[in-house]
């Protein structure tokens, strides 16, 4: 009788504990992804600043911009499928609904808006993805 109580009063603790964990983790797991391109740009800056600022601190850039949403004017100095390349410093890589037009070619001013995921020292590139072209 004793082991009876017991168990029902374990599993009266277990099964709602099981049941709110479970659904966490499924409300977790197939949450909404973020859409970058309906997110407002958090700053706006032309390329040469940005690179200019990158190169001269980091760390003080990456407490500004990193993992933030920025729109970028500059020119392109080069492009390949879901590339573009900002005053040679600026790597842009486009989300995977955007494909490159014939309107985009090298040497061309353009603003393109995406998350900066920070600089690597060894390119001397500032890395953007989710990039979307706003104006041409």
């Not at 099981?18 to 970058?36: A, E, L, Q, R, S």
């Amino acid at each position: 009788m004793i082991n009876k109580k017991i168990t029902w009063s374990l599993l009266r603790i277990l099964i709602p504990l099981f049941i709110i964990g479970f659904t966490i983790i499924y409300f977790t797991y197939n949450k909404p992804h973020k859409d970058f391109n309906k997110t407002p740009s958090q700053f706006t800056i032309e390329s040469k600043k940005l690179i200019s600022f990158y190169q001269n601190s980091s760390e003080d850039a990456n407490t500004k911009y990193l993992d933030k949403i920025i729109l970028i004017t500059g020119t392109i100095t080069d492009f390949e499928e879901n590339i573009i390349i900002l005053d040679n410093g600026i790597v842009c890589t486009l989300d995977p609904s955007q494909k490159i037009d014939d309107q985009i070619y090298t040497g061309s001013e353009i603003s393109i808006k995406g998350r900066c995921i920070g600089y690597d020292d060894l390119l001397e590139e500032i890395r953007v993805d989710h990039s979307f072209v706003i104006k041409r």
